[in-house]
């Protein structure tokens, strides 16, 4: 009966909730993350995903500038492909001093429960269930810092465990220029968390750099940092071209956005 049909307004809503939950792997024009989170997510805030949902497998370096969320965009990007079941395993790989930081913001405004992996998890772990027992397999999310990944104690289980399970996995490398030579040298050898990353990064099926200090002014150095981003694209030592670049960096300052119309703070150094 005409008397009992929904209000138009009523109607729309259940249409769009139905519409929106039901994306598919391969639609990428709409996004669930935005409405799975506690947070007001800025309109710019949405080009990282989106570039991410475009690519086959994630290879992407937000570098946008300080206080413009990469944070929140990185959390996006994991959030939507968790939702999309095109993730089974994230580690995010962040300085000590903001794993504390990373796991209570993806907890409280997403959702997310990340374990931190520490000398007292691997401690817990092998108590439970052995020597032999592998830490990384007991949880599918995981913070670690970047002291610890240079320890083969803890990245050696991790490297055995992708070996033989690669697909869905996805590493999130915060402050990602702490990966880059320093400098020179057409080799560009780098710091032991350099050649960690060398043996890591490449295990993973999808990766995820964020750095606001990408480049740091040596060309040979950039190319190494973004070899480990995407060997396939770059090599290190080789001048990275800029429509490459282009292809896998997200990069935006705030001059550009405050242009755009998006209000930021404004410093004054007196």
């Known amino acids: ?14 249409y769009h909730a139905l519409r929106w939950s039901s994306l598919s792997v391969a639609d990428t024009a709409r ?27 994630v290879n992407l370096f937000i570098a946008d500038d300080v206080g413009l969320g990469k944070t929140i965009e ?3 990007i994991v959030r939507e492909l968790l939702l999309r ?17 990373w796991r209570e913001e993806l907890d409280a405004r997403f959702g997310l429960t990340f374990v ?24 599918t999310r995981f913070i670690v810092s970047h002291a610890l990944l240079r320890d083969p104690h803890y990245t050696a289980p991790l490297i055995d465990l992708l070996k033989s399970d690669r697909a869905g996995s996805l590493l999130v490398l915060d402050e990602a220029h702490h990966a880059a ?36 002014g ?11 981003l995407d060997p396939t694209r770059f090599v290190r030592g080789i001048p990275v071209e ?16 405050r242009t755009a119309g998006v209000e930021f703070p404004q410093r004054e150094v007196v």
Do not use: C
Request: hydrophobic residues 40%; proline residues 6%.
């Open 1 to 14: 009966r005409h008397d009992r049909l929904d209000a138009p307004e009523r109607f729309a809503a259940w």
């Open 218 to 228: 040596d060309s040979n150095s950039f190319s190494a940092l973004m070899d480990l």
């Open 31 to 57: 996004f669930q993350a935005p409405y799975r989170a506690g947070i007001s997510v800025e309109s710019y805030q949405f080009e990282p995903l989106e570039r991410a949902l475009r690519q086959p497998r």
């Open 242 to 257: 800029p429509a490459l670049r282009r292809e896998v960096m997200v990069r935006r300052l705030k001059s550009e956005l």
């Open 74 to 76: 990185a959390a996006l």
């Open 181 to 216: 030579p320093s400098s020179g040298g057409r080799i560009a050898v780098g710091s032991a968390f350099t050649r960690t990353l060398r043996g890591l990064a490449p295990r993973f099926e999808h990766r995820g750099f964020l750095s606001a200090t990408t480049h740091n």
């Open 85 to 101: 079941q095109r993730l089974r395993r994230v580690v995010i790989a962040a300085p000590a001093g903001v794993v504390s930081q």
């Open 116 to 139: 931190v992996v520490d000398r007292e998890y691997l401690r817990a772990r092998r108590r439970e269930r052995g020597w032999q027992f592998n830490p990384w397999k007991a949880h």
